[in-house]
């Protein structure tokens, strides 16, 4: 696959600092968005931990055991195990510095991250950042909010969308990075086709544009640096009331591709 990507962060419209980061290894195909939380600067701390310790991980472990110190799920692949396993890292690192440095008491971090091999995509996370595929037209969220809300949602099947709209405690997430000394991470597999693009993001996006208003932003824009622009100024017209972050990816299938060039060059016409 041959992955293009544009991503865009803004301390929105009420805000005073920036507490999400993004990061990305284009070598590893590694891609990651976190929210931090926590007041002050530790929000900001928390979330650029988070993904330099992933990012860390990632070169250290190249020719090594990458499920060190934890141990390998055997219902998982080895990517999806080494991919849970930098991300346990990056909580035990927050939770540890937030347990003795009194200035980073109570800080953490919500985290959504994608890795793609081949024709598959591994989509990570914790918390309420999330994750969407756009194929063919239809924008589908592929990550579930570690929030009460989704909580809520599962033990009442039937709620409306108007007592969804006025829950009182939708904000409040249930998992994130640093609140315990270890981790539940959600991780997920799928198989990417030509053409799919992938939204990455805090909830600063999700929280002030619909799903549907994503979609034709990307679908419309006329690159990914313009898609992820539109998609921050959306949020920010909408109120802005969070920092927005936001990735966007492209996934070709070059072989696909490159046979499509063949086979046109062969429907010429001799001279």
Known sequence: ?????AAKTDVGMKR???????????DEQLFIVADGMGGHSSGEVASRMAAETV????????????????KMDRSLSYI???LACGIKLANYKIYETAS???????????????????????????????????????????TRDHSLLEDYKDAKPDMTAEEEQ????????TRALGMRDSVQVDIGTRDVADGDKYILCSDGLSGMVTDDEMQKLVEESTDLENAVAELVDQANRAGGTDNITTL???????????????DEDDDKPAE
């Not at 990012?55 to 934890?70: H, I, L």
């Not at 919500?110 to 969407?132: E, W």
């Not at 966007?248 to 063949?262: A, F, P, Q, T």
């Open 80 to 82: 999806e195990n080494r």
């Open 100 to 142: 003795k440095d009194i200035r980073f008491k109570g800080m953490g971090t919500t985290l959504v991250t994608c890795l793609i091999n081949g024709d598959k995509i591994y989509v990570a996370h914790v918390g309420d950042s999330r994750c969407y595929r756009i194929r063919e037209g239809k924008i589908e969220q592929i």
């Open 16 to 26: 005073t600092h920036n507490e999400d980061y993004f990061s990305l290894m284009e």
């Open 166 to 173: 006025h829950f009182p405690h939708k904000n409040v997430i």
């Open 1 to 5: 696959m041959r992955i293009r990507y």
């Open 248 to 262: 966007v990816l492209e996934c070709n299938n070059v072989s696909e591709n490159k046979e499509n060039d063949e």
């Open 55 to 70: 990012s860390e991980f990632y070169q250290r472990t190249k020719d090594e055991d990458a499920t060190w110190p934890y």
